[in-house]
T-cell receptor, first 120, second 113 residues
Framework: GAGVSQTPSNKVTEKGKYVELRCDPI?????LYWYRQSLGQGPEFLIYFQGTGAADDSGLPNDRFFAVRPEGSVSTLKIQRTERGDSAMYLC??????????????????FGEGSRLTVL | GNSVTQMEGPVTLSEEAFLTINCTYTATGYPSLFWYVQYPGEGLQLLLKATKADDKGSNKGFEATYRKETTSFHLEKGSVQVSDSAVYFCALSEWNQGGKLIFGQGTELSVKP
C-alpha cells in the first residue's frame, strides 16, 4: 500500500482538549497539503508544505491550529483547545512537487481517506 | 479571490442516462481545472484535468472542456452506470500556488438501476 496514510481514522474528543492528526505521504512526494471538509462541503485548504517548510499557511483558521513536517515526510496537524466547530473530516494529500520549483504543477494531488474529528 | 461554483445536488439519474454537472470558476490568473471524485468510503481521486483553454480532459467515459470565454468546466458522461454513484468536485489550481487546489462544494450523483 503506497498511498497516503492518515491516522487516526476517527477521533472523538472533548471540548478544550488537544488533538494531533498524522499524515504519512506517498514516498518521494515533496509537497504535502492539509484540507478540512465539513459535511456537504468541498475541502477547504489549510496549509501546504514543500519539504520541511510551510510554503502557504493562509488557510489555517486561527492560532489554535498548527502543523509540522520536521523531516520532510510525515506531517502532524495539531489543534489546541478544540472547539465543537472544529468537528470535520481532515484530509491530507501529497504530490511530487510544488511551490516555485513546481510552477506549472499538474495539480494531481493524492488524498488519504481522512481523519474524522468529532469534538463533543 | 479564486473560487469554484458547482450545481447543487443531489443528482439522481437512471442507468444509461446522460449526465451534466455544471462548474464555473473565478480566477485572477490562468488556472488549471480539475474534476475529482469521491466514491463512498474512499479518498478523493483525480478524475480528469485540463490545463489550458479549449483542452478537453477525459477519463472513464467522462469529459470536460476548459471554456475560458464562459469560465466553465462542465462534466459530462453519455451513459452513466450505477458504479458512477459518488460525489464529484470541481477544482482549480493557479500556476504559481504550488499545486494548491480550490474546490467547489461538490455534487452528489446517485445512479439507480
Amino acid at each position: 500500500g503506497a498511498g497516503v496514510s492518515q491516522t487516526p481514522s476517527n477521533k472523538v474528543t472533548e471540548k478544550g482538549k488537544y488533538v494531533e492528526l498524522r499524515c504519512d505521504p506517498i514516498s518521494g512526494h515533496t509537497a504535502l497539503y492539509w484540507y478540512r471538509q465539513s459535511l456537504g462541503q468541498g475541502p477547504e485548504f489549510l496549509i501546504y508544505f514543500q519539504g520541511t517548510g510551510a510554503a502557504d499557511d493562509s488557510g489555517l483558521p486561527n492560532d489554535r491550529f498548527f502543523a509540522v513536517r520536521p523531516e520532510g515526510s510525515v506531517s502532524t496537524l495539531k489543534i489546541q483547545r478544540t472547539e465543537r466547530g472544529d468537528s470535520a473530516m481532515y484530509l491530507c494529500a501529497s504530490s511530487k512537487g510544488g511551490g516555485l520549483a513546481g510552477v506549472g504543477m499538474t495539480g494531481e494531488l493524492f488524498f488519504g481517506e481522512g481523519s474524522r474529528l468529532t469534538v463533543l | 479571490g479564486n473560487s469554484v461554483t458547482q450545481m447543487e445536488g443531489p443528482v439522481t439519474l437512471s442507468e444509461e442516462a446522460f449526465l451534466t454537472i455544471n462548474c464555473t470558476y473565478t480566477a485572477t490568473g490562468y488556472p488549471s481545472l480539475f474534476w475529482y471524485v469521491q466514491y463512498p468510503g474512499e479518498g478523493l481521486q483525480l478524475l480528469l484535468k485540463a490545463t489550458k483553454a479549449d483542452d478537453k480532459g477525459s477519463n472513464k467515459g467522462f469529459e470536460a472542456t476548459y471554456r475560458k470565454e464562459t469560465t466553465s468546466f462542465h462534466l459530462e458522461k453519455g451513459s452513466v452506470q450505477v458504479s458512477d454513484s459518488a460525489v464529484y468536485f470541481c477544482a482549480l489550481s493557479e500556476w504559481n500556488q504550488g499545486g494548491k487546489l480550490i474546490f467547489g462544494q461538490g455534487t452528489e450523483l446517485s445512479v439507480k438501476p
